[in-house]
Nanobody, 123 residues
Framework: VQLVESGGGWVQAGGSLRLSCTAS????????MGWYRQAPGKERKYIAG????????????YYRDSVKDRFNISRDDDKKAVYLQMNDLKLEDTATYYC?????????????WGQGNQVNVPS
């Protein structure tokens, strides 16, 4: 599978952006999908995921506390896409955002990465 991201850019504090990630491969609907971000000089951190639990039935979403209630992850399996809607953006959201896939459904082992997409929230 390959992941291609789009939708980054510059946005004023308080604004919104939506990141998109489109996947190749015929089994996208089985993949857990996630978003990480990496700020300059810092480690890459998990911020959101959409994955299944147990016997791979039903999707659940997960968020890092710092983005919960502001960011929303969603997926469209027909389009083989996952989205990250980011609202009320803050200076500290400035980072390179990476889409990632786990070919299992659980999201415990993300192994495929997009190229990264820069989001800038100027002070």
């Amino acid at each position: 599978v390959q992941l291609v991201e789009s939708g980054g850019g510059w946005v004023q504090a308080g604004g919104s952006l939506r990141l998109s990630c489109t996947a190749s491969g015929s089994t996208f609907s089985n993949y857990a999908m996630g978003w990480y971000r990496q700020a300059p000089g810092k480690e890459r951190k998990y911020i959101a995921g959409i994955a299944r639990s147990g016997a791979c039935s039903g999707w659940s979403t997960y968020y890092r506390d710092s983005v919960k209630d502001r960011f929303n992850i969603s997926r469209d399996d027909d389009k083989k896409a996952v989205y990250l809607q980011m609202n009320d953006l803050k200076l500290e959201d400035t980072a390179t955002y990476y889409c990632t896939a786990d070919p299992s459904c659980h999201g415990a082992s993300y192994s495929v990465w997009g190229q990264g997409n820069q989001v800038n929230v100027p002070s």
